[in-house]
């Protein structure tokens, strides 16, 4: 079975993996949100695949299987809430079999800002780092 890691803040246009599968059509490279409670952002993309695989999503602030990330500045971090659109489950960090089509079949992440900011945060950059793996 090939492995490939791809991280989702680089590519804008189909990227063939291997002759068997490719990846594709991103509508965002680069995620933002608000600084406010609730405030979502979304990125969906295209897998094409003639032969079975598994899709896998993680992030690098992961917490649980379940979504539970947040976005940090150094020390400094806010909890976030990420779902799994297009797939059969809504299990990060857990392979997910995904489906035959050579027309492609899209899948959508969204996050969204699950803690109020106070006023004590001080301003600046919170990030985290989306990852897909795609396993066939």
Known sequence: MKRYLLILFGCGVWMPIAEACTIGSMTETFMQMKAEYKNQT????????????NIQFSSRNLRDKYGRS???????????????????????????????????????????????????????????????????
């Open 70 to 136: 947040f976005v940090n500045n150094g020390s400094y971090r806010l909890s976030t809430r990420m779902s799994i659109l297009g797939a059969k489950q809504n299990l990060w960090n857990t392979p997910i079999a995904g489906d035959v089509s050579q027309t492609g079949h899209k899948y959508s992440v969204a996050v969204q800002l699950d803690e109020r900011p106070s006023f004590a945060l001080p301003a600046g950059q919170y990030t985290d780092e989306l990852y897909v793996s795609l396993s066939f």
């Open 42 to 53: 979304a990125t969906s993309f295209n897998v094409r695949c003639n032969k079975g695989y």
